[in-house]
């Protein structure tokens, strides 16, 4: 059984740029949440889509979207790149319901902005 | 709303002997925590999880953690380190306001030394 998977592993963009990171959930998950996680912090919740739209969203500008497909696969986008969006992206995938199912994380997409 | 505080950044402890990570929580209701571990260059990885049904609670790997109501705490320990366990470790709580969403504490890097 696959685990969540993410691609790219790393990425190098300059400022001002757009990015699409992409992401598929852990078999029989519907759920997927995205963070962000910057050097030596924690991770932070960007959003969260189900049944293919956003259900929850952290504090975070509207230059980060995204979107879910039918087979639950998701995709980050981040428009007008800045210096500060440099960190490693965490997509974990869950299945909705109650708050405490369990977020299973993939390895993550490590973005350099230049 | 829900926060978590680890007490320590940093620990470091020779191998064979006790592992003490600190997690202090703030939340109105009863929370659900995890403690998540993530290896260099890898995603999170679930270590264990409390959700109200024993307030000891086992992981992976011979870890497990205490849910202290009285003292709001949540520690992790281990009663003997190996050198695999050298990582970070982040004490999390589910956001009951967000189900989507996980806050995670600032991290505790242990080293394990020889």
């Known amino acids: 059984d696959a685990g969540v998977t993410q691609s790219p592993t790393h990425l190098i963009k300059t400022r001002g740029q757009q990015v699409t990171l992409r992401c598929s959930p852990k078999?029989?998950?519907?759920?997927v949440s995205w963070y962000q996680q910057a050097l030596g912090q924690g991770p932070q919740f960007i959003f969260q889509?189900?049944?293919?739209?956003?259900?929850q969203r952290g504090n975070f500008p509207d230059r980060f979207s995204g979107h879910q497909f039918p087979n639950y696969s998701s995709e980050l986008n981040v428009n007008a790149l800045l210096l500060g969006d440099s960190a490693l992206y965490l997509c974990?995938?869950?299945?909705?319901?109650?708050?405490?199912?369990?977020?299973?994380f993939g390895p993550g997409t490590r973005l350099l902005v230049l | 709303a829900q926060s978590v505080t680890q007490l320590d950044s940093h620990v470091s402890v020779s191998e064979g002997t006790p592992v003490l990570l600190r997690c202090n929580y703030s939340?109105?209701?009863?929370?659900?925590l995890f403690w998540y571990v993530q290896h260099p260059n890898k995603g999170l990885q679930l270590l264990l999880k409390?959700?109200?049904?024993?307030?000891l609670v086992k992981g992976i790997n011979g870890f497990e953690a205490e849910f202290k109501k009285s003292e709001t705490s949540f520690h992790l320990t281990k009663p003997s380190a190996h050198m695999s366990d050298a990582a970070e470790y982040f004490c999390?709580?589910?956001?009951?306001?967000?189900?989507?969403?996980?806050?995670f504490g600032q991290g505790t890097t242990l080293q394990v030394k020889p």
């Open positions: 974990a995938s869950s299945t909705r319901g109650w708050y405490q199912e369990t977020q299973y």
């Open positions: 889509y189900y049944e293919e739209e956003e259900r």
């Open positions: 409390y959700t109200s049904a024993a307030t």
């Open positions: 078999s029989g998950h519907d759920t």
């Open positions: 999390v709580v589910s956001d009951l306001s967000n189900t989507g969403k996980l806050i």
């Open positions: 939340s109105s209701y009863s929370p659900s």
